[in-house]
T-cell receptor, first 111, second 112 residues
Framework: QKEVEQNSGPLSVPEGAIASLNCTYS??????FFWYRQYSGKSPELIMF????GDKEDGRFTAQLNKASQYVSLLIRDSQPSDSATYLC???????????FGTGTQLKVEL | DVKVTQSSRYLVKRTGEKVFLECVQD?????MFWYRQDPGLGLRLIYF???????EKGDIPEGYSVSREKKERFSLILESASTNQTSMYLC???????????FGDGTRLSIL
């Protein structure tokens, strides 16, 4: 079992819809969770991070964390074509010093 | 805004060469990281540093070394480049291990 798993996609959603990206992790000691967006040929850029169970909202983005079920999600409301990218989930173990990245989910927002 | 600058966007070298990749951050961050990113394999940690002259191996350190002589600068060294080291190399920095990492633009390295 991979430490951090994401569906590679592509996930296709129509413009204006909600995109839901999911990430599961295997280490119950994980404490910190990060979502990055990566456009083709570019480096990852941070979208959000979350440490506590529940939801965290920032503009059109909402991160949802459920530690009991070991998953973290990213919701993108009112999806735009400019949201088309690969979304990387990264997880850090409590007390650890490294991030473990998933391989990413490719999102396509169609006109 | 955090600025992480990598010295080259594209680099072509030959097998057996010693290759240096440079990374500079301007936010006085304690931690710096080197990753490589390959299709289907995702981001993999090569080395990281948590203080000047302090370093730790990541998940795939073989064939690489690092140097951190100053807080703002972290160098990745390919001791004797091989074709399987052709990859995208990404440098990142963070203020603490619990804080987000911020990435440079990456160096696409080709070893011929």
């Amino acid at each position: 079992q991979k430490e951090v798993e994401q569906n590679s996609g592509p996930l296709s959603v129509p413009e204006g819809a909600i995109a839901s990206l999911n990430c599961t992790y295997s280490d119950r000691g994980s404490q910190s969770f990060f979502w990055y967006r990566q456009y083709s040929g570019k480096s990852p850029e941070l979208i959000m991070f979350i440490y506590s169970n529940g939801d965290k909202e920032d503009g059109r983005f909402t991160a949802q964390l459920n530690k009991a079920s070991q998953y973290v999600s990213l919701l993108i409301r009112d999806s735009q074509p400019s949201d088309s990218a690969t979304y990387l989930c990264a997880v850090k173990r409590g007390g650890g010093n490294k991030l473990t990245f998933g391989t990413g989910t490719q999102l396509k927002v169609e006109l | 805004d955090v600025k992480v600058t990598q010295s080259s966007r594209y680099l072509v070298k030959r097998t057996g060469e010693k290759v240096f990749l440079e990374c500079v951050q301007d936010m006085d961050h304690e931690n710096m990281f080197w990753y490589r990113q390959d299709p289907g394999l995702g981001l993999r940690l090569i080395y990281f540093s948590y203080d000047v002259k302090m370093k730790e191996k990541g998940d795939i350190p073989e064939g690489y070394s690092v140097s951190r002589e100053k807080k703002e600068r972290f160098s990745l060294i390919l001791e004797s480049a091989s074709t399987n080291q052709t990859s995208m190399y990404l440098c990142a920095s963070s203020n603490s291990f619990d804080q987000p990492q911020h990435f440079g633009d990456g160096t696409r390295l080709s070893i011929l």
